[in-house]
């Protein structure tokens, strides 16, 4: 069974580093072709694409926020692990990871159950 | 990178067909043939229901179609039911490993 689950602060200050980790199961962050993506939701808004790594380091970002994400795999623990510098009240949000499943696939087919962020004082 | 053009709501009466837009440009929807949907009910996470433009994964149901045309994306339900009330989302792969997602639809089953 595939599944993904997101964990990390729930509140965070403005200024502050986030940091939020995926864990994977059912599947290895090592298997070619498995990308594992960062999207956000802000209460009542859209969803926003983040991030993703591939299973061979690659990594993308959003080119609006790409000056304060890093994302990361850590193999040992079959985890993703996304970092956001200077956090501000515009990124309180829901935090989804979802994985990308095969080499030259587009798409997300299974999600994390999603963790929500504050950024306040 | 802008986000997908989508339309803040539509609807439709049960049994009825209501198609969802989806518009992009050149450099995603146009280029990319990596146009998936996701629906979102309240309070839960996204749920992949259509992919590469028009694939349906295992378990969706038939009714749930999606086509594309130049740089629009367009997801179609026929045979509307009450649960298919729920948020919907287009995405595309945009090149350079990033993607953009729409503004998201609104659909109400009247």
């Known amino acids: 069974q595939i599944t993904l689950k997101e964990s990390g602060p729930t509140l965070v200050k403005p200024t502050q580093t986030l940091t939020l980790t995926c864990t994977l199961s059912?599947?290895?962050?090592?298997?070619?072709?498995?990308?594992v993506g960062w999207i956000r939701q802000p209460p009542g808004k859209a969803l926003e694409w983040l991030a993703v790594?591939?299973?061979?380091?690659?990594?993308g970002y959003s080119p609006s926020l790409k000056n304060r994400l890093t994302i990361a795999r850590d193999p040992s623990n079959n985890q993703v692990v996304l970092t956001m510098t200077n956090m501000d009240p515009m990124d309180t949000a829901t935090y989804y990871c979802?994985?990308?499943?095969?080499?030259?696939?587009?798409?997300?087919?299974?999600w994390g159950q999603g963790t929500p962020v504050t950024v306040s004082s | 990178q802008s986000a997908l053009t989508q339309p803040r709501s539509v609807s439709g009466s049960p049994r009825q067909s209501v198609t969802i837009s989806c518009t992009g440009s050149?450099?995603?929807?146009?280029?990319?043939?990596?146009v998936s949907w996701y629906q979102q009910q309240p309070g839960k996470a996204p749920k992949l229901i259509v992919y590469?433009?028009?694939k349906r994964p295992s378990g969706v149901p038939d009714r749930f179609s999606g086509s594309k045309s130049g740089n629009t994306a367009a997801l179609t339900i026929s045979g509307l039911l009450p649960e298919d009330e729920s948020d919907y989302y287009c995405?595309?792969?945009?090149?350079?490993?990033?993607?953009?997602f729409g503004g998201g639809t609104t659909l109400t089953v009247l």
């Open positions: 995405c595309s792969y945009a090149g350079d490993y990033t993607w953009v």
């Open positions: 979802a994985r990308r499943p095969l080499v030259a696939s587009g798409y997300f087919d299974y």
């Open positions: 059912g599947f290895s962050v090592n298997t070619r072709g498995v990308g």
């Open positions: 590469d433009v028009s």
């Open positions: 790594v591939y299973w061979d380091d690659d990594v």
């Open positions: 050149s450099s995603d929807v146009g280029r990319y043939n990596f």
